[in-house]
């Protein structure tokens, strides 16, 4: 199209700035391909490492395997961007614009589904791990300690025993004097005395023959929770290291077990339980009826005591067994894929820069879309004419002169063809026939 009206000072200058973004693209398109290109490749060498930390097997097979994959991932988002770079910047309508964002938006999901994360997984699945490692030996500590905690708690239920097995010693003692029954001597009140304080010495006994094996059960925990905190941070393979974190989880978990069944607060409820409900009543020694009913009375008193402690004694180890337990910690070994995912918060910058490194050329799709939508405004309002470049006027000139070069030979090559053609005709026409002579007859056989 071209006007005969001159450009308007806006006009001229609108397409001066649309033929200067022209030159920058022209000049930006001559490396555009190979950034695409080195940043495909990146993501495919990452993607290569993360599938590589997945396989279990190291053969041939496997490595076959993760390379195809990668190959797959950088030609996938090279096509994919490319496509893109081409394409978006050059549709005009609203509705092409929409599909071919919702097309970018589904493509950037599926890049980030079959390349991001293992690129994620390349860059930080060593810390990802340590990270698990990390945090599984916080939750065995926090098992061991509540589990000594708790421990030490039915421990403390051998000052309870002693404090009950003293009151009844002192009463036995009252009783040999003749505080109580108001007989002197060891009697039988005193002997249902004596006979539940060795009960409760007993008991006593039994806690205190615990404490040590408590204390050494925690003292082995910790020193397997120390070796599990230094794998954790050692150099070296993470792989090899998580099996030996393994082997010490497992001994951790059998001493938190151990310490759970050195717990004597079951064994305390029971014996407070027993210690009214099994009482050997002696024979009543008094030597007159009134001596008889006076003991009589003094063993029901003591036998209420008896009742009153035991209770107060079960209360207490019920309390320690209410005590909620820690919940069980189980170690599962992780793949670096899987760790990055499940801790994934703690490793953002990884993540940002595996997404980024996908997801870039996407800034470069806009950028170029921003740059047409300026070159067509400032062409807007212009004459084709108006809009050419010297280089395209030669050109424009030079196609000119050769059709009208071609067009002023065409009646000369005509009038060639012409009469090459009645030449060929009278050549045919004078060219005599020529016939072939008869073939002589063959004889007769009969003859």
Same mark, same amino acid.
């Given at each position: 199209m071209? %006007?005969?009206?001159?450009?308007?000072? @806006?006009?001229?200058?609108?397409? &001066?700035? /649309? &033929?200067?973004?022209?030159?920058?693209?022209?000049?930006?398109?001559?490396?555009?391909?190979? =950034?695409?290109?080195?940043?495909? *490749?990146?993501?495919?060498?990452?993607?290569?490492l993360g599938v590589s930390s997945l396989l279990d097997d190291t053969g041939a097979m496997s490595v076959f395997a993760a390379i195809a994959y990668s190959v797959a991932v950088s030609v996938g988002i090279f096509v994919f961007w490319s496509y893109m770079m081409r394409l978006f910047p050059a549709v005009r309508s609203a509705q092409s614009r929409i599909g071919l964002m919702l097309a970018m938006a589904l493509g950037s999901l =599926?890049?980030?589904?079959?390349?991001?994360?293992?690129?994620?997984?390349?860059? @930080?699945?060593?810390? /990802?791990?340590e990270q698990h490692l990390a945090t599984t030996v916080q939750d065995y500590q926090t098992a061991l300690e509540e589990t000594h905690e708790i421990a030490l708690s039915a421990q403390g239920l051998e000052r309870d025993v002693a404090r009950v097995r003293q009151s009844f010693e002192d009463l036995s003692e009252q009783e040999a004097a003749g505080a109580l029954s108001g007989l002197a001597g060891r009697g039988a009140v005193f002997r *249902?005395?004596?006979?539940?304080?060795?009960?409760?010495?007993?008991?006593?006994?039994?806690?205190?023959?615990?404490?040590?094996?408590? %204390?050494?059960?925690?003292?082995?925990?910790?020193? #397997?929770?120390?070796?599990? &905190?230094?794998?954790? *941070?050692?150099?070296?393979?993470?792989? =090899?290291? +998580?099996?030996?974190?393994?082997? $010490?989880?497992?001994?951790? /978990?059998?001493? #938190? /077990?151990?310490? &759970?069944?050195?717990?004597?607060?079951?064994?305390?409820?029971? =014996?407070?339980?027993?210690?009214? $409900?099994?009482?050997?009543?002696?024979?009543?020694?008094? +030597?007159? +009826?009134?001596?008889?009913?006076?003991?009589?009375?003094?063993?029901? +008193? *003591?036998?209420?005591?008896?009742a009153q402690r035991a209770a107060t004694l079960e209360r207490a180890a019920a309390a320690v067994i209410a005590q909620t337990p820690p919940p069980d910690v189980t170690y599962t070994p992780i793949s670096s894929a899987d760790a990055v995912i499940l801790y994934a918060r703690n490793f953002i910058p990884s993540w940002a820069g595996a997404i980024a490194i996908d997801l870039l050329p996407a800034v470069l799709v806009f950028i170029l879309a921003i740059t047409h939508a300026a070159i067509r405004q400032g062409r807007e309002g212009a004459a084709v004419d108006d809009t050419m470049t010297l280089a395209e006027l030669r050109t424009a000139l030079g196609a000119i002169r050769d059709v009208e070069l071609a067009m002023n030979n065409m009646p000369d090559t005509l009038d060639k063809e012409l009469r090459d053609k009645e030449a060929r005709e009278k050549a045919a026409q004078d060219t005599p026939v020529r016939t072939l002579p008869a073939s002589p007859a063959k004889p007769d056989s009969a003859a």
């Open positions: 071209t %006007s005969d009206r001159p450009l308007t000072d @806006a006009q001229a200058r609108g397409v &001066r700035h /649309a &033929r200067e973004l022209e030159t920058h693209l022209t000049w930006l398109d001559t490396f555009s391909g190979t =950034a695409l290109g080195v940043l495909s *490749v990146a993501s495919g060498i990452y993607t290569y =599926a890049i980030v589904a079959m390349s991001s994360w293992l690129n994620a997984a390349a860059l @930080a699945g060593s810390a /990802a791990v *249902v005395l004596r006979q539940k304080s060795a009960e409760l010495a007993g008991l006593e006994a039994q806690i205190a023959t615990q404490t040590p094996l408590v %204390s050494a059960a925690f003292a082995e925990g910790n020193a #397997i929770l120390s070796r599990m &905190r230094a794998l954790t *941070v050692e150099a070296g393979p993470v792989e =090899a290291r +998580s099996v030996e974190f393994s082997e $010490a989880t497992v001994r951790l /978990a059998g001493l #938190i /077990a151990q310490l &759970r069944q050195l717990s004597v607060a079951p064994l305390v409820e029971r =014996a407070a339980q027993d210690l009214a $409900a099994s009482v050997v009543l002696p024979e009543l020694d008094g +030597s007159t +009826s009134q001596i008889r009913t006076d003991q009589a009375s003094t063993i029901t +008193s *003591v036998l209420d005591v008896l």
